[in-house]
């Protein structure tokens, strides 16, 4: 018989997600080592986040030599929407997981030809809150809401609209039908980052595109 | 979506945890620090604890979590005070003071049964 149990308090003081953390760092200095520029992009189920690619894929091609990772729970239907417009397309199935992890666009980004890539989009699962805790190694964040989601969800998700770099606010087309409130959506975000640009798109009719874009090029240049 | 969340956070947590509880001790304890902006719900990660740790040689113990509020700053009288949430009215009448949440996620201690020597 050993002595009586004796018990021991050890501090640590570690970051809970670091090994998350590490592998997103090793992906952000290769992507940086390739010159590629990467956006996670990161919106509720239904903000358009697909819809808004499809788009801006249109509009890049010839100009930019883009991939894209998309993460969805289960169907492949999003990387084939996305694939009619860029040929480096890689749909991540992500199961039960609601949010892409540091490790699995890592090991996505092994099977895409990173020869002359100059942008990479990232498709997170439709989620305003799980994906923004999980650095995956991207150079930006940026948030997109939509009309139709309700103007109260910046101030409901107040970890995306801080982490945000950009935050685009996409059906925008369809303020006429709606009583979304623009101006104390605004507000919401600026109380909880004064400084992050706010773009009004709309996906459907390219509303708002040359200010995305032009925002894209600048960033990315 | 709220409860997978949790999952992800306390999965990550027992990963790591596991390590600091060598063969022989038994984990009674761990204290976890959670930032404002995390949006973390303390008693969905109890929750989440127990259910990842069920049947392991972590089940059993405790999971403490210190959930830091928001510092809110009000602009025109400037008071400071905390928050459990971050959109709150000043005590003068301003209806939008800032908030300010960390996003901090940290493991701050185990505490293990060791046997003695």
């Not at chain 1, 990772?69 to 749909?91: F, K, M, P, S």
């Not at chain 2, 127990?50 to 830091?68: H, I, K, N, P, W």
């Not at chain 2, 009000?74 to 971050?86: A, H, I, L, N, Y």
Request: contains cysteine.
């Amino acid at each position: 018989m050993g002595d009586p149990a004796r018990t021991v308090r050890v501090p640590i003081v570690e970051r809970v997600l670091e090994a998350n953390d590490d592998i997103a760092a090793a992906t952000r200095a290769e992507l940086a080592r390739r010159g590629i520029f990467s956006i996670d992009l990161i919106g509720a189920p239904g903000s358009g986040k697909t819809a808004l690619l499809e788009a801006t894929l249109r509009r890049l091609a010839g100009r930019r030599r883009p991939a894209v990772l998309v993460g969805d729970l289960a169907t492949r239907r999003d990387g084939d929407r996305l694939a009619r417009w860029c040929e480096r397309v890689v749909q991540i199935s992500t199961g039960e997981g609601c949010h892409l992890e540091a490790g699995q666009v890592r090991d996505a980004l092994r099977g895409v030809d990173l020869e002359g890539v100059d942008l990479l989009f990232i498709e997170n699962v439709g989620n305003l809150i799980c994906p923004v805790g999980f650095d995956l190694g991207q150079t930006v964040k940026v948030g997109l809401f939509s009309l139709t989601e309700g103007d109260d969800k910046a101030a409901k998700h107040p970890y995306l609209v801080t982490a945000a770099d950009l935050i685009l606010l996409n059906k925008i087309d369809l303020a006429p039908y709606l009583t979304f409130d623009r101006a104390g959506f605004e507000a919401d975000v600026r109380l909880l980052n004064p400084t992050v640009p706010i773009i009004d798109v709309s996906a459907t009719t390219g509303a708002g595109f040359d200010a995305w874009l032009g925002w894209l090029e600048r960033v990315a240049a | 979506m709220r409860l997978v969340h949790e999952f992800s956070i306390a999965e990550a947590l027992a990963a790591q945890v596991v390590s600091y509880a060598p063969a022989g001790a038994r984990l009674r304890g761990v204290e976890i620090r959670v930032g404002a902006l995390r949006g973390l719900d303390s008693e969905a990660l109890q929750m989440a604890w127990e259910a990842v740790t069920f049947g392991t040689s972590m089940a059993g113990a405790v999971l403490e979590v210190d959930q830091r509020p928001w510092s809110i700053t009000c602009s025109d009288c400037g008071r400071e005070w905390t928050s459990p949430v971050p959109f709150v009215d000043c005590s003068c009448g301003n209806q939008a003071p800032s908030p300010v949440g960390g996003d901090e996620l940290d493991l701050l201690a185990v505490t293990i049964d060791e046997e003695q020597t």
